[in-house]
């Protein structure tokens, strides 16, 4: 605790403490003096990154790791707009982020001057709420309130701005302290007996599990609604893991299987369960383009207003607590399997196919090598590219929040700094998977890890090309343009920042060299070239 007389950084930051903060992360600058030095003072670590978008990212990944609002710290201008991605990306993935900029003082900020932007409303599109502190006074409220609703259901990213002639102005006022988290009202009894009656008069049910499917109750009580009721289950890219693929239930994702075979799952369900559902993460028009299907919504938030998505019932309560009381009602729900399980055969066997010796290095081929060299609690944090697509349809995922995947906003660059927060946030080992395009921008964040000691992996898939747009390109129009890239020596360039690298040139080099390197306790690049 601080001396009587400190001033509003001081009690910025002794609120933060007060929240449970551990990291800070962010980038110095001249207006967050105040709070730089309040940091230091602190019990928590200010961490420096090498850019802002890494300090975002690096907080949305700790937010969606824990359940506890990740922070990142700015200063103003272009500092702040650097932020935007990995907040944005945190509004559209349900992470729960504070990020605070700092800003110049209040006698210039109604007039064009140095490096003066509107922060606040370019955040307000990107955030659940945002302010600027204009007044010491209001530093403990507006700090509880952005911890408060970034961590509501459904969670989000909040904002702050201090002007920094604010932060150094003295105040008496004290951190609030937190409160128990504002719980939801019990299911609607109604709208629970005409879900379980729906589910009961369905021949062909399916679960769709979504982001909000992936918080640890939700998942816990999924897995035994399932189990209860032989309902097959389908993941949206980002609910990997809410039931484990391991599970007979478990059809893993909306595109799994070679020949689509999930996505006939859904096509040929009668009744689809969506389950913590952001329609944001999977247009639903693709899995039920003619609108026909029943579906009742079980979710946090009404359900968006959408021709595709256009429930017969909305649950709107808490995840847990709306299956526990389907499980509790009268009704019987029961599946027959048959339905179902050719499908999932079929999938497991190609998701579980290891490559041929001499079969050239590939994304999929490489993903049952990797999976091996994991345990079920290892944490893999996927970029935007092609081995995006490659992971969510075919690497098994076995427990919540293992396989952290941007599919809100899907923005590249986050598997390196993504990778730095969930060292921090988690016991087990990390990987980051990520291509030649994600990966440069921001590869910088090695010198943040290996500053901070961190030890993991990245996953290095190499094709000198933005590869996902090519292959897009490539489906509409035969051929594709814009996307070429040239690349620096990667082995190099990692043992620069004096982490291990490695090249393998055979399939059992790689899978050796995975298995050696994923559980150890030092960085690492793997790079694999592929076709």
């Known amino acids: 605790m601080r001396p009587a007389g400190m001033n509003a950084a001081d009690l910025l930051v002794e609120s933060l403490e007060v929240e449970g903060v551990e990291y800070v992360f962010g980038l110095p600058g001249e207006e967050l003096e105040e709070i730089l030095f309040s940091l230091r003072d602190s019990t928590i670590e200010f961490v420096p990154v090498r850019h802002e978008q890494g300090a975002a990212f690096m907080a949305d990944v700790h937010g969606r790791l824990t359940g506890d609002a990740g922070v990142c710290l700015s200063t103003l201008g272009p500092g702040a707009t650097n932020l935007l991605t990995g907040v ?3 509004h559209l993935d349900k992470s729960p982020v504070v990020a605070i900029t700092g800003q110049g003082g209040l006698e210039r900020l109604h007039k064009e001057s140095h490096q003066n932007l509107d922060v606040v409303n370019l955040f307000a599109p990107i955030t659940k709420w945002n302010t600027r502190i204009s007044d010491p ?6 700090v509880r309130k952005a911890f408060k609703l970034a961590e509501h259901e459904k969670p989000g990213a909040t904002h702050l701005e201090f002007p920094e002639d604010v932060a150094a102005t003295d105040t008496d006022h004290r951190p609030l302290p937190p409160r128990n988290r504002v719980r939801r009202p019990s299911p609607d009894g109604k709208a629970i007996e005409r879900a379980a009656a729906l589910l009961a008069d369905a021949d062909r049910p399916i679960v769709l599990a979504g982001n909000g499917g992936i918080r640890t109750r939700s998942s816990e009580r999924l897995r035994s609604f399932v189990a209860e009721t032989d309902i097959p289950v389908v993941a949206t890219y980002m609910g990997k893991g809410a039931v484990s693929d391991a599970d007979d239930h478990s059809l893993l994702t909306l595109d799994s299987g070679a020949d689509g075979q999930a996505a006939s799952a859904i096509d040929r369900a009668d009744v689809v369960l969506a389950v913590g559902y952001d329609i944001a993460e999977h247009d639903p028009e693709n899995w039920n383009p003619h609108q026909e299907k029943r ?6 938030e009404p359900a968006e207003v959408y021709a595709h998505y256009n429930p017969q019932v909305e649950v709107v309560a808490d995840v847990s ?7 509790r009602t009268d009704t019987t729900i029961e599946t027959d399997t048959d339905w179902y399980a050719d499908l999932r055969e079929s999938i497991v066997a190609d998701v579980t196919r290891h490559p041929d010796p001499d079969e050239g290095f590939s994304i999929r081929r490489t993903l049952p090598l990797l999976r091996d060299a994991m345990a079920d609690e290892d944490v893999l944090v996927s970029d935007t590219g092609n081995h995006k697509m490659a992971i969510a349809q075919n690497f098994p995922t076995d427990e919540p929040n293992t396989c952290i995947i941007s599919n809100g ?24 998977a990520t291509g030649d395009g994600g990966f440069l921008m921001n590869a910088a964040e090695i010198e943040t890890a290996t500053r901070l000691g961190c030890g993991f992996t990245i996953l290095l898939f190499t094709d000198d090309d933005y590869g996902l747009i090519s292959a ?8 594709h343009t814009g996307t070429a890239l040239t690349n620096p020596d990667f082995v190099t360039f990692a043992e620069s920042f004096g982490i ?4 393998p040139e055979s399939w059992d080099e790689l899978g050796e060299t995975l298995e050696t390197v ?14």
Do not use: W
């Not at 607590?321 to 499980?327: D, E, H, P, S, T």
């Not at 906003?409 to 730095?420: E, F, K, Q, R, S």
């Open 518 to 531: 994923v559980p150890g306790d030092e960085m690492s690049l793997v790079e694999v070239p592929v076709e």
């Open 472 to 479: 897009k390109q490539e489906d509409h129009r035969g051929e």
């Open 321 to 327: 607590a709306g299956l526990r009381a389907i499980q």
């Open 137 to 142: 006074e209001i530093v403990n409220e507006s």
């Open 409 to 432: 906003l899907a923005t590249m660059g986050i598997a390196v700094p993504g990778a730095v927060a969930a060292d921090l946030a988690v016991d087990s080992n990390v990987v980051a």
């Open 500 to 503: 291990d690298a490695y090249r």
């Open 295 to 300: 579906i009742i919504h079980l979710d946090f």
């Open 88 to 90: 944005a990306d945190a």
